[in-house]
């Protein structure tokens, strides 16, 4: 997330939550997608939270309709090539 990191704020733009004990709908996550990206990060938006998964959307196109993706539930979820490009 460094690169992220603007020259005039000297810190990442986003506020994440990393504890899926906490997760609740609206929740700014650190999304990955393994199966292509390795561990390169994505930014995403908590739409539900479940006992098992959340469902979440990709964060950073206003306005844009966004695909629904599932991701487990842990500190930066996992979410499948297929509903990530899907």
Same mark, same amino acid.
């Given at each position: 997330?460094?690169?992220?990191?603007?020259?005039?704020?000297?810190?990442?733009?986003?506020?994440?939550?990393?504890?899926?004990?906490?997760?609740?709908?609206?929740?700014?996550?650190?999304?990955? #997608?393994?199966?292509?990206?390795?561990?390169?990060?994505?930014?995403? $938006?908590? &739409?539900?939270?479940? +006992? =098992?998964?959340?469902?979440?959307?990709?964060?950073?196109?206003?306005? #844009?309709?966004?695909?629904?993706?599932?991701?487990?539930?842990?500190? $930066?979820? &996992?979410?499948?090539? +297929? =509903?990530?490009?899907?």
């Amino acid at each position: 997330m460094k690169d992220m990191v603007t020259p005039d704020e000297g810190q990442c733009p986003f506020e994440f939550n990393f504890d899926p004990d906490t997760f609740t709908v609206g929740d700014i996550v650190s999304y990955r #997608v393994p199966e292509r990206f390795d561990d390169m990060p994505f930014v995403g $938006r908590l &739409v539900a939270v479940e +006992a =098992d998964h959340v469902l979440l959307v990709h964060d950073g196109l206003p306005g #844009v309709e966004q695909n629904i993706m599932r991701g487990t539930r842990e500190s $930066r979820p &996992v979410v499948s090539a +297929a =509903d990530a490009l899907g």
